[in-house]
């Protein structure tokens, strides 16, 4: 495999390759481009959900917090279950336009309300974000957050609001109504 190193050598600039087995610093060089460069990772099809555990992982994670509204709080409970040792916790939280005052720490599930919530908490802590929508608000692939705080609802933009890795699951939209499918 190759490796790559940033660094330089003896404190120079540039890129030095050699023949080694792959490690992180690969993974974290693509990481890094795709933050730059305000790229979204997505993972689409059947049963795509079983992926969640090796994408916080690939993100460099070892523990995610699972967030979610309370009408989603089994399939919350489903996914940290998934992750196992890897789940934080689950908070049971999200609300439309996210309060400023509940967010803290993320793995979203659910709809804009629960990815608002997982933006939130990235742009106020720098956390990487994995976001698994059951809704097709879209909201997982903009730079846009909504928020309220003192009862003031605002919008804002900055791309490190846009996730790092969107996981679709075909599986998680087929008991929507018929009315937000068509």
Do not use: N
């Not at 890897?86 to 908070?91: L, N, Y």
């Not at 720490?105 to 919530?117: C, D, F, I, R």
């Not at 003031?152 to 846009?162: L, V």
């Amino acid at each position: 495999g190759v490796g790559v190193d940033l660094g330089g050598r003896d404190g120079g600039a540039g890129v030095q390759v050699a023949h080694h087995s792959v490690d992180l610093r690969v993974d974290q060089l693509l990481r890094g481009c795709s933050a730059l460069l305000g790229i979204t990772r997505v993972v689409f099809g059947h049963g795509t959900l079983a992926q969640v555990p090796d994408e916080v992982a690939r993100l460099g994670h070892t523990r995610a917090l699972v967030l979610c509204t309370p009408h989603q709080q089994a399939e919350a409970q489903a996914l940290a279950d998934r992750l196992g040792t890897k789940a934080a916790g689950i908070f049971a939280g999200a609300t439309m336009h996210t309060p400023t005052d509940v967010t803290d720490q993320a793995v979203s599930l659910g709809g804009g309300s629960t990815t608002g919530l997982g933006k939130a908490i990235a742009i106020r802590t720098g956390a990487d974000q994995v976001v698994i929508p059951t809704t097709y608000a879209g909201s997982e692939m903009t730079d846009i957050l909504g928020e309220t705080a003192g009862g003031e609802k605002t919008t804002r933009r900055d791309p490190a609001i846009r996730p790092e890795v969107v996981v679709y699951d075909v599986d998680l939209t087929l008991t929507l109504p018929l009315g937000l499918t068509v």
